[in-house]
C-alpha cells in the first residue's frame, strides 16, 4: 500500500477538456518540455526534470497540465509521478500535442 | 488612393512570432471562428463576421491575432480588412493552424 506525502488530486475527464485549455497549458516553453520529457521517456517523478525554475513555479506547471487532462498525476511512495495522456489527447485531439511541440 | 478611417496598425515579422503568442491567441472560439471564416472564404471586413460579441470585443480580438501574426489588416477605403496569414504561419509552424482549428 503506498503512503503518499501529496494531497489527492483531480483528474478530469478527457471528455470534459476544452482545447483552449490544452492551446493555453501548452503556451508555455517549460511546460512543453516538461510534454516533451514525458513524450520521450515516459513516466517521471515531478522532482527529476532538471528544469531550471523555482520549485513552486514548477509545481504550478504540473497543476496547469494536470487540469488541462494532459497529464495525470499519482504517487509512488513518497514521489509524485507524472504520466502523459497521449491517448486519450490524441483520441480527442488528433495531431494536437505533437505538431505544438514540433512547433517550438 | 485610400483614405482610410483607422489608425495604422503593426504586424509582427513572421520569424519574430513565438508559438506562445499564436497558442494563446488561438485558446479562443470567437478567435478560431474568425480564423475559420478567414480560411474558407477569404479576406473579409471586420464588421462582416457576423458574431455574437460586442465590437469592442471584436477589435480585441482582431487584435490578439494581428499581434500574434495570425492575420494581417489592411484598409479598403472605409473599411478594415482581414486577411489570413497562413502561408507564412504553415512555413513558420507547420499544420498548427489546421490541426487547432480541427479540434475545436
Not at 17 to 39: E, G, N, Y
Not at 57 to 74: D, V
Request: hydrophobic content about 45%.
Amino acid at each position: 500500500m503506498t503512503i503518499g506525502r501529496w494531497a489527492p488530486v483531480a483528474h478530469p475527464d478527457v471528455e470534459s477538456v476544452v482545447v483552449d485549455d490544452v492551446l493555453r497549458a501548452l503556451a508555455d516553453p517549460t511546460r512543453r518540455q516538461i510534454v516533451r520529457l514525458l513524450l520521450a521517456e515516459g513516466d517521471r517523478a515531478c522532482g527529476t526534470f532538471g528544469l531550471p525554475v523555482a520549485a513552486s513555479t514548477l509545481s504550478h506547471h504540473f497543476a496547469t497540465l494536470r487540469k488541462a487532462g494532459i497529464l495525470r498525476q499519482y504517487d509512488d511512495g513518497r514521489q509524485r509521478m507524472n504520466t502523459l495522456r497521449l491517448d486519450e489527447l490524441e483520441n480527442r485531439f488528433p495531431g494536437l500535442v505533437r505538431v505544438v511541440l514540433d512547433a517550438g
